[in-house]
């Protein structure tokens, strides 16, 4: 299967939290989308590995993406070594992606910033001819950085304003994450409760398509980031007023 968009992430539904809008709209203009996570979300503190990967295969009819991957890696333990970086590559040969999206290089979790270093690289070793794994050598044409950070000010921002409430549904298809059972939304440690992370997710991602979207004059959006320069042709048909 050839691709136009890939996009890989560290754990099942990183992709929908912060590129799934994106990735579903690429699909709705009859681009062939994919996803590739590098862990199955193993080292979670909800759901097992089999229950996750039902979710991530429901999120992805969801999305419209024809494929939908894992490479394996040990979660909690995502690094660029030699033997992630040939696997991911001979995935990359595989699919010939067009555009791969990355998470953003920083991150408070290792390994969110480590799955960046680990896609480029991966990337990048796909077109070396000497490479001794099958399949032709192949890069892709660009690659997008997601963000999940209000803090980050992106190249350009995506608009998903249609796309936003399938966008929602995909990343609701984790109940495990996101939809506890009743007394699950905490950890006891004796008589304190400490609450999770996780548990105001999906809001803060929700919070941030708002914001982005109303950078840009919609109602939400994508950010992303590219460390290359943009090339404009027409300056008169630039989109988004200055003033």
Sequence with gaps: MILDVLAIAAHPDDVELTCGGTLLKMAQRGYSTGILDLTAGEMGSRGTPETRAKEAAT???????????????????????????????????????????LPYWEARHPDHYHASTL?????????????????????????????????????????????????RKAILAYASQFRPNKGESSIGYRKSRVFLAIDRLEDQMNMLARQYGELIGVKYGEPFLQKELLKVDDVVKLEVRSI
């Design 59 to 101: 999120a992805a009819k969801i999305l419209k993406v024809k494929w939908r991957g894992s490479l394996g890696v040990p979660d909690s333990d995502v690094q660029p070594s030699r033997q992630h970086k040939v696997r991911l590559a001979t995935v990359i040969r595989k699919l010939r992606p067009k555009t791969v999206i």
């Design 119 to 167: 896609g480029y690289e991966g990337c990048f070793l796909a077109g070396l001819k000497q490479l001794p794994i099958k399949a032709a050598p192949f890069r892709p044409f660009k690659i997008l950085y997601s963000t999940a950070y209000a803090t980050v000010r992106p190249t350009f921002v995506v608009d998903i304003t249609e796309q936003y409430e399938q966008r």
